[in-house]
């Protein structure tokens, strides 16, 4: 039980021993920490490192494997920046008179990243695998051949570039339909025939060649030497995953990347901030995002469609995109998305004294209690929390007393489910530039959104013009039944619309040719300023 | 010598014998944790990409798909006999083996507990011993300050002040990610600040107490010199409870600090299980607690064993 | 004698901004300039001025009325589950701890059951299921939070019940009532003492991350965590967003501490005529 003394001595100078062990450790930490810093100096082939919010690169269980902007896979058809579809890898199409059958010819001389050429065989093996993948859940798009394919019957290989998909069903918008992540082409060598799943890793057609990723971590690309168009201009990128606005702002202010990408790539307020800075600059440009106040139309006060109404009248959106979204963000009472070539938008009209009138005609001058959810990913990625509070303090204007709670997105369906809420603030997101699935869904009776989100929106015109639209196969025809409904909606709002959201491309100056695009940024065309 | 092995085997045994009542205990409460809520996780992925909607008709595939048609019993036990064969299931949202992600996150967060750990052991228990040694001179009052400001300062707002002077002005570290040993710093700084601070007091209350008791004053009498006192009579019984706490620190924190690696992105246990619990991932979440649950029953039988090193009385047969 | 004088300042100091603290947090409604609510969209973000002390946050509110109304807040709630938490610790800890036997295995059982569920993950399932609000959140905070407490007391209790002169009460005929009141509690009570200071100090920071996942006080509430959170965006062009909670909280937690070393001193049972201790 004694220890000797030699022992004893022994003790007191193992804890000295450490003390200094862990001083050496710590300095030489902190100079391998500076030896081996990513020094983000600019030099024609020098890595980029960019940095994304979520990660891009969910891997082989995904319908995509990666996210179309970081251009390792390309579509059949792609967004064109009006907002119309555009050949991508489908060079041209044509229809034939009915719409069931449309010929497409494909691009030629074109590669996959692992040799396998592009032909139309390899468009079959595709679409055979997105019979076998359907439906899928992805955090990108939910891929299902039965929502973008509809009554697709038959897809057959004419010749070595034309393929003909024949469907069932007149299908006027099937262009629409099919861009980016709806018609994906990877060379069949890299997944499984019987699963769908991909095996190593992915070999798309386009600029960039997918190296290697660690998930959650990063995803390496490296310049497609053999690329058939215009080859992209920096050799190596890498994006990293910073799920936190904040840690995103220090890492650009640290010099430790050169430029943030994706949605929710960084917060209106921060944007702000660090464009202060000189060495950084913001490009913005149009989303395919919307930012709506979504109401339970069944039960509670704002089953009432005109106090829908009279907060769509209230809601002062100047105020709320100048603070909050310091400008990036345009203020709409447009159901359908700016985006959207068919979209008809106008000035959002705000009338106080209209808003007071009709509250009181429905709550006859008492006040209300209303329950208002406001998404956790809105707090993360937007300024939801400051907008929620200042909703709350104008909606007492017209004697609606609101309680915020912030929830994540399952209590929230939850929520949903159960009919607890009253309001709700949320995003919707195109699913394609063809806005039939989205009236669909929102605008008739039975349409699922109206029914999950507990909507109960029943307006009869718009139920009988979407039956119509069922049928309609001329372009005009279907224009004006869109312009129809987009004015219904601004009349009976079946939720309400507050803006349209921008992507924000913030970059270091240190690069250039750093643009957003409809969806994603210039990827291709980014280097190190020369 | 006899009694004494016995009392140790008994004392061992005794531990041993809890191991599979918790385990069980923490594999039902693991399994309650995953299903407890009623949200529906069919539903949410199938509208995960922020824009579907889907219909009750493929909810209701989705659903069976996934298995949670069934009733809980029979999801608990398939659940329960397939982790008997070391499959802890598959994730609803990135459709991969749980037990794989676990196994690939888990380096990160061992990595962050283990050096905020350390951090705390090596900063905290000489400091403490310090100041009680040298009680009540300038600096034993500095360091009772900085303890304070350290059990005081939130740990976010401290890792924005650490992030913006380290990272941002001065560029010696990495302000994210993970990878090389500066990644680690300021993370593990951030985790160990409060429990450095906690540690730092408590050590130098509990010596002060021990220095008071009569077999101290016997050995001062004998004329012992003070520094052989506080190591080897004073220190062993005053560092009983800092075990105690430095038990519970390493096990709040290699369940992975979801806060702390959301800041700084790392891809641990903690951002791992928060992401499952926002989808209602229940593989995730019920693997997870398992998993973490295993690894800190472990850890507390080398607790109790080390208190066996420090209690002599626990040895003569004790509790 | 000037070491006593030394440390007494420092207590009588620590006693008058707990003091200035905990009345700032009962009288806010009477000294509050303006409603801590009241949102002004054409006075955001503004300097210390004349008009506005502390200046305005993002939605124009005044900062000093919210940091005001937020002591009430993030005192009350932290004072209240440091109590819950010690409570259920000591009591659980103490029967464990002193009777032994089967009452103990099943509390260490149930403590180590307990301690070996992640905290985060309990806190979220229980504020997923009841709804995130202030109840959910006292009943998160005590859960997982008690059984490390309890694990310490009860160490301390076993440490205490080895010493001799508790054999030597028990064969003078003492009930285990009587041991438990007379001499396990009081000599729990130092390191009790300090426990209890640092865990409100805890909560306050546990509220605060759990903010961060979205779970804690629900906006518009002024709470000095949450105020720290919303500052992270903007304290580069406006520090006194971020220091002023920041300080606030330290100044809280550390004035708790310090005077719960001053009460410790003053109750002990040991005779220390030697200088206070903090």
Redesign the interface.
Same mark, same amino acid.
């Given at each position: 039980?004694r220890?000797s003394k030699e022992g &004893?001595r022994g003790?007191?100078h193992l804890?000295l021993k450490?003390?200094c062990l862990?001083l050496l450790c710590g300095l030489g930490?902190?100079f391998?920490?500076?030896s081996?810093?990513?020094e983000q100096t600019p030099g024609t082939d020098r890595e980029i490192v960019l940095a994304a919010a979520r990660d891009l690169t969910?891997?082989s269980?995904d319908p995509y494997y990666t996210s179309l902007i970081l251009k390792v896979w390309e579509p059949l058809v792609e967004v064109g920046e009006d907002g119309r579809p555009a050949p991508k890898l489908a060079k041209e199409w044509e229809h034939s008179g009915d719409y069931k059958t449309w010929t497409f010819k494909l691009a030629e001389g074109v590669t996959f990243h692992d040799g396998t050429p592009f032909n139309a065989m390899a468009v079959v093996k595709n679409f055979e695998r997105y019979r076998i993948i359907s439906?899928r859940?992805?955090?990108? &798009?939910?891929f299902d051949i039965n929502k973008i394919y509809p009554q697709l019957r038959r897809v057959e290989a004419l010749d070595e570039y034309t393929v003909r998909l024949t469907f069932g069903h007149p299908f006027p918008n099937l262009p629409y339909s099919m861009t980016n992540f709806s018609s994906p082409m990877f060379s069949p060598a890299c997944f499984d025939p019987v699963t769908g799943d991909f095996g190593g890793t992915v070999a798309g057609t386009g600029p960039f060649k997918l190296t290697s990723h660690?998930?959650?971590?990063y995803t390496l690309l490296e310049r497609n030497e053999a690329y058939y168009g215009s080859k992209a201009m920096a050799k190596t990128i890498r994006i990293?995953?910073?799920?936190?606005s904040?840690?995103r702002y220090?890492?650009l202010?640290?010099?430790?990347i050169m430029g943030v990408l994706d949605i929710g790539s960084l917060t209106p307020a921060l944007t702000s901030e660090l464009i202060k800075d000189k060495q950084f600059d913001v490009a913005a440009n149009r989303s395919t995002?919307t930012h709506y106040l979504f109401c339970n139309g069944e039960q509670g006060p704002l089953s009432d469609s005109r106090l829908r109404q009279a907060i769509s009248l209230l809601v002062n959106r100047e105020v709320l995109v100048r603070n909050f979204f310091h400008g990036y963000a345009i203020a709409t009472n447009n159901f359908l998305n700016g985006t959207s070539p068919y979209s008809r938008p106008v000035n959002p009209e705000r009338n106080v004294a209209a808003a007071k009138h009709l509250a009181k005609d429905v709550l006859q001058s008492q006040t209300s209690e209303i329950i208002f959810l406001v998404p956790?990913y809105g707090i993360d990625r937007y300024p939801y929390k400051e907008i929620a509070e200042f909703i709350q303090a104008e909606l007492k204007e017209l004697g609606l007393n609101a309680r915020i709670t912030v929830m994540?997105?399952?209590?929230i369906?939850?929520a949903r489910?159960a009919g607890r809420f009253d309001l709700i603030l949320g995003?919707?997101?195109?699913?394609s530039l063809e806005p039939a699935l989205l009236f669909r869904?929102y605008m008739k009776s039975t349409?699922?959104?109206n029914?999950? &989100?507990r909507l109960g929106y029943k307006n009869q015109e718009a139920d009988r013009l979407l039956a119509e639209l069922d049928s309609a196969s001329e372009a005009t025809e279907r224009e004006k039944i869109y312009d129809r409904l987009q004015v219904i909606a601004r009349e009976d709002p079946p939720c309400i619309p507050l803006f349209d959201d921008m992507n924000l491309a913030v970059y270091n100056k240190k690069l250039e040719n750093y643009q957003p695009l409809l969806y994603g940024v210039t990827l291709d065309k980014v280097r190190w300023r020369q | 010598m006899e009694t004494i092995s016995s009392g140790i085997w008994f004392y061992i045994v005794k531990k041993l014998a809890?191991v599979f009542? +918790?385990w069980l !205990?923490?594999s039902a409460?693991?399994f309650l944790?995953g299903v407890?809520?009623?949200?529906?996780?069919a539903?949410?992925?199938?509208?995960?990409? !922020?824009?579907?909607?889907?219909?009750a008709q493929?909810i209701a595939a989705k659903r069976h798909e996934l298995g949670l048609d069934r009733s809980y019993i029979l999801q608990y036990l398939t659940w329960l006999g397939q982790v008997l064969q070391g499959n802890l299931g598959i994730s609803y949202?990135?459709?991969?083996p749980v037990l794989d992600?676990l196994l690939?996150r888990l380096p990160v967060t061992v990595m962050l507990a283990g050096s905020s750990l350390?951090l705390v052991m090596?900063t905290g228990i000489?400091l403490g011993v310090l100041m009680a040694w040298k009680?009540?001179t300038g600096g034993d009052?500095l360091l009772?300050a900085a303890a %304070?400001?350290g059990?005081?300062?939130?740990?976010?707002?401290l890792s +924005?002040v650490l992030?913006?002077i380290f990272?941002?002005n001065l560029?010696? %570290?990495?302000?994210?990610?993970?990878g090389?040993?500066?990644h680690i710093?300021l993370p593990a700084i951030t985790l160990a600040a409060?429990a450095t601070g906690?540690l730092m007091?408590?050590q130098?209350?509990?010596l002060?107490?021990v220095l008071?008791q009569n077999y101290i004053f016997a050995a001062k009498a004998k004329g012992l010199p003070p520094?052989?006192i506080i190591?080897?009579h004073g220190l062993p019984?005053a560092l009983?409870?800092v075990v105690?706490?430095l038990?519970?620190y390493f096990?709040?924190v290699l369940?992975?600090s979801?806060?702390i690696e959301?800041?700084?992105?790392l891809?641990g246990l903690?951002?791992y299980?928060?992401e499952a619990?926002?989808?209602?991932d229940y593989p995730v979440?019920q693997g997870?607690?398992l998993f973490?649950?295993c690894i800190?029953?472990a850890f507390?039988l080398l607790v109790d064993l080390a208190y066996l090193r420090l209690?002599?009385?626990i040895r003569l047969g !004790?509790? | 004698m000037s070491?006593t004088n030394?440390?007494s300042i420092v207590y009588k100091l620590a006693a008058v901004s707990l003091l200035l603290l905990v009345s700032a947090a009962v009288f806010a409604p009477v000294i509050a300039p303006y409603d801590p609510n009241l949102v002004m969209p054409d006075e955001t973000l503004q300097p210390c001025s004349a008009k506005h002390w502390l200046g305005t946050d993002a939605l124009g509110r005044d900062f000093l009325s919210r940091l005001l109304y937020g002591a009430q807040v993030s005192i009350g709630f932290a004072v209240l589950a440091a109590l819950c938490t010690t409570l259920l610790g000591v009591s659980l800890g103490v029967l464990g701890g002193y009777f032994?036997g089967v009452i103990?295995?099943v509390l260490?059982?149930l403590v180590?059951?307990f301690?070996?569920?992640?905290?985060?993950?309990?806190m979220?399932?229980i504020a997923?299921?009841l709804g995130p609000g202030s109840a959910s959140l006292l009943l998160a905070v005590t859960l997982t939070s008690w059984a490390?407490f309890s694990?310490?007391v009860r160490?301390?209790v076993?440490?205490i019940k080895?010493e001799s002169y508790i054999e030597g009460i028990r064969s003078l005929g003492g009930s285990d009532w009587y041991i438990l009141r007379r001499y396990i509690l009081p000599n729990l009570f130092?390191?009790l003492i300090?426990l209890f200071t640092?865990r409100v100090?805890?909560v306050?920071?546990s509220v605060?991350?759990l903010s961060?996942?979205g779970l804690g006080m629900q906006p518009p509430q002024a709470d000095w965590?949450v105020m720290?959170?919303d500052a992270?965006v903007y304290?580069?062009s406006y520090p006194q967003l971020?220091l002023a909670p920041?300080l606030c909280?330290?100044?809280?937690?550390?004035s708790i501490?310090?005077v719960g070393d001053a009460l410790r001193d003053r109750f002990s049972i040991?005779q220390?005529t030697q200088?206070q201790?903090?």
């Open positions: 039980m220890k &004893y003790t007191k804890w450490a003390v862990l930490a902190f391998a920490g500076c081996s810093r990513q969910p891997g269980k439906p859940t992805s955090t990108f &798009y939910l660690a998930a959650r971590q990293r995953n910073i799920p936190v904040e840690t220090s890492a202010k640290a010099g430790e995002i956790q994540d997105w399952a209590a369906q939850d489910a995003t919707q997101g195109l699913p869904n349409g699922s959104a029914v999950q &989100y | 809890m009542p +918790v !205990g923490i409460a693991a944790l407890v809520s009623p949200s529906d996780p539903v949410l992925l199938l509208s995960m990409d !922020g824009i579907s909607t889907p219909g493929e949202i990135t459709r991969q992600e690939l350390l090596l000489p009680k009540n009052f009772r %304070l400001a059990t005081s300062l939130p740990s976010f707002w +924005v992030i913006w990272a941002e560029q010696l %570290l990495p302000s994210s990610g993970y090389t040993i500066p710093i409060g906690a007091r408590l130098r209350a509990t002060l107490e008071e520094s052989r190591w080897r019984n009983i409870p105690t706490l038990g519970n096990g709040s369940g992975g979801a806060v959301a800041i700084y992105s891809p903690g951002s299980v928060l619990i926002r989808g209602r979440i997870y607690v973490t649950g800190f029953v507390n209690n002599p009385r !004790g509790k | 070491v030394k440390a032994g103990d295995l260490q059982l180590n059951i301690q070996g569920l992640p905290g985060m993950s309990l979220i399932a997923g299921s490390g694990r310490i160490g301390e076993l440490k080895e130092n390191s300090i640092v100090g805890t306050v920071l605060a991350s961060f996942l965590g720290i959170l992270k304290f580069r971020l920041g909280i330290l100044a809280l937690c550390s501490q310090l040991r220390n200088q201790d903090w």
